[in-house]
Each structure stands twice: as C-alpha cells, then as structure tokens.
C-alpha cells in the first residue's frame, strides 16, 4: 500500500497536527512528546525504524527525528523519506555541533527533503515551540 507523505493530507488537519518523534532514548521520547504536546500537536514517540514506518501511515504534519541513533536508524528514515518524496518538515535533534547538524541537515535537503530547523540537545519547551512554529510555516510551501 503506498505512503501519502504530503501533510496537506493528513486526515486528522481539522484536529491537533500530529508529530512523529524518533528517538532512540525512551526517556527523550517521552520528554518531547510532552513538550510537543504542551504546544498544541498530538505526539506519538516511536524508537525504531520499523515503528516509524508504521506510524507514517498517519501522516505527520512534522517529524523530530533524532540524529544519533543504533544501526543507522536516522540515516535509513531520511533514505525512506527521500524514496516516498516527503513532504513532511523534519526537524533534526541532536547534540553534536552545530557544523555537523547543519551538514546532516544539507544532505537531507540534497535528497529533495524539507528541514527547516534544528533542535539542539539540551533544549526547553521555548526551543520546540520555536522549531514547530517554524515546521507549521514552511510545511505549506511544500503542498
């Protein structure tokens, strides 16, 4: 069954925009999903590729897609969504310098995807709120 990866058609637009957290820290997952959640979005946290597939069937409006991950796992999602051409926002989260960040975040974009902000690790419920109003701006120019 093929993937709709375009937000504008995610079914639940008329309610809270949902957001894909992928983590591999349960702990983190937890803690963003909160943090998401206190800004208005549903979040479902997943800690693995399979999972996040799974859950891309619901089309997220933004993905928060930690970089640092076991067996490659942030590089196979973005290789998945550059195959589903994606038009989903991606938020990357991570710790590393920014230099590095923002290389990841040009490869992303080099492969056709949208990533219009980082979220850098450690960060505040301001620092989400920030990126996700930035996702929510840009996600329209992408439709």
């Known amino acids: 069954m093929p993937v709709s990866t375009d937000p504008s058609m995610n079914a639940s637009a008329s309610g809270p925009r949902l957001a894909l957290v992928v983590d591999d820290d349960g702990d983190?997952?937890?803690m963003l999903s909160e943090f998401v959640r206190a800004c208005g979005y549903e979040?479902?946290?997943?800690q693995s590729f399979a999972d996040f597939v799974t859950e891309m069937e619901r089309v997220p409006s933004v993905l928060l897609l930690d970089l640092i991950m076991p067996e490659a796992t942030s590089e196979r999602i973005v290789?998945?969504?550059a195959f589903h051409d994606s038009r989903i926002p991606i938020v990357l989260v991570s710790s590393?310098?920014?230099d590095s960040i923002e290389r990841?975040?040009?490869?992303a974009v080099a492969?056709?995807?949208h990533s219009p902000a980082i979220l850098r690790k450690p960060f505040w419920l301001a620092?989400?709120?920030a990126v996700l109003t930035t996702a929510a701006a840009t996600s329209t120019s992408r439709a």
Not at 43 to 46: D, E, I
Not at 104 to 107: G, I, L
């Open 111 to 113: 492969l056709g995807l």
């Open 104 to 107: 990841r975040q040009a490869q």
């Open 79 to 81: 290789e998945w969504l």
């Open 28 to 30: 983190m997952v937890l």
């Open 43 to 46: 979040a479902v946290g997943v």
């Open 96 to 98: 590393l310098s920014l």
């Open 127 to 129: 620092d989400v709120a």
